[in-house]
Nanobody, 129 residues
Framework: QLQLVESGGGLVQPGGSLRLSCAASGFTLDDYYIGWFRQAPGKEREGVSCISANGGSTAYADSVKGRFTISRDNAKNTVYLQMNSPKPEDTAVYYC??????????????????????WGQGTQVTVSS
């Protein structure tokens, strides 16, 4: 089985921090760019951040730039999303996904949902005081 499993979600206060993990099983992440997406109730899923296969390129949604950091440890077959200073509007189910095996014209296109073909089940993040 080829699976992506998100973990690390939960309840966090504004100004706190949280680290989400995306772990692969049944395959390795080395050949994929990886994206984090989120979906809040009543809203469409949106791209949050993504990272290239070798970690050399990253992209962030404007709404999280400067607060969230994406990283990867290919030796552990895991991608992370460090969430610092989360805001209530960051409340959502967070998903990770593997990128399609086609080149991106511009790396920032990794924030588009259509650029992914393998998704995890998501982990809930709730930001509340």
């Amino acid at each position: 089985q080829l699976q992506l499993v998100e973990s690390g979600g939960g309840l966090v206060q504004p100004g706190g921090s949280l680290r989400l993990s995306c772990a692969a099983s049944g395959f390795t992440l080395d050949d994929y760019y990886i994206g984090w997406f989120r979906q809040a109730p009543g809203k469409e899923r949106e791209g949050v951040s993504c990272i290239s296969a070798n970690g050399g390129s990253t992209a962030y949604a404007d709404s999280v730039k400067g607060r969230f950091t994406i990283s990867r440890d290919n030796a552990k077959n895991t991608v992370y999303l460090q969430m610092n200073s989360p805001k209530p509007e960051d409340t959502a189910v967070y998903y990770c996904a593997t990128g399609i095996r086609r080149p991106l014209q511009l790396f920032r296109q990794c924030l588009y949902e259509r650029k992914y073909d393998n998704w995890g089940q998501g982990t809930q993040v709730t930001v509340s005081s």
